[in-house]
Structure formats: structure tokens, C-alpha cells
């Protein structure tokens, strides 16, 4: 997945499953996961090219963002 040209990755933050979108410097959607399990998120995002991360306002974002910083990502 690090050779995908991502630059920024929309997140959908939920309970039990997520989704997450990522698109290239043109805008053009690169990854696509409709339906991301908790357990699997952190791997993804992990997996992921450092890139700008955006999130829902929610609680859970503050905890995710702290996540996802140890492993690169910028989260906001």
C-alpha cells in the first residue's frame, strides 16, 4: 500500500466499522474501504504513506489522531 500516491485519507469514524478514502494529488480516489473493522483501522492507516488524515469531530477523534500520529500520519 506505500506505493500509492495518497495525500490525504478521509476517515469515518464509528463504532464498529469504518470507512476510509483516500485520494491522490489530482484528487483522484486511490483507496476506497467502505467497510473497515476497529481491529483493522490502526494496520490500515499504518500501511498507509505519511498524508494529511481527516476525521469526524467526535470524541474518538482525539484518540485516533494520537494513534495514528505514532505511526506517521497527521491526524485532523
Do not use: E
Not at 478521509?10 to 467497510?35: Q, R, W, Y
Not at 467526535?58 to 494513534?67: E, K, P, Q, V
Amino acid at each position: 500500500m506505500k506505493s500509492m500516491n495518497i495525500i490525504s485519507a478521509g476517515i469515518n469514524l464509528a463504532k464498529n466499522v469504518f470507512a476510509v478514502h483516500g485520494v491522490n494529488d489530482n484528487g483522484k480516489p486511490v483507496l476506497f474501504k467502505p467497510k473497515v473493522s476497529c481491529a483493522d483501522l490502526l494496520p490500515l492507516i499504518g500501511q498507509l504513506p505519511p498524508c494529511l488524515n481527516g476525521m469526524d469531530a467526535c470524541t474518538g477523534a482525539h484518540y485516533w489522531a494520537r494513534l495514528f500520529r505514532q505511526h506517521g500520519q497527521s491526524g485532523h
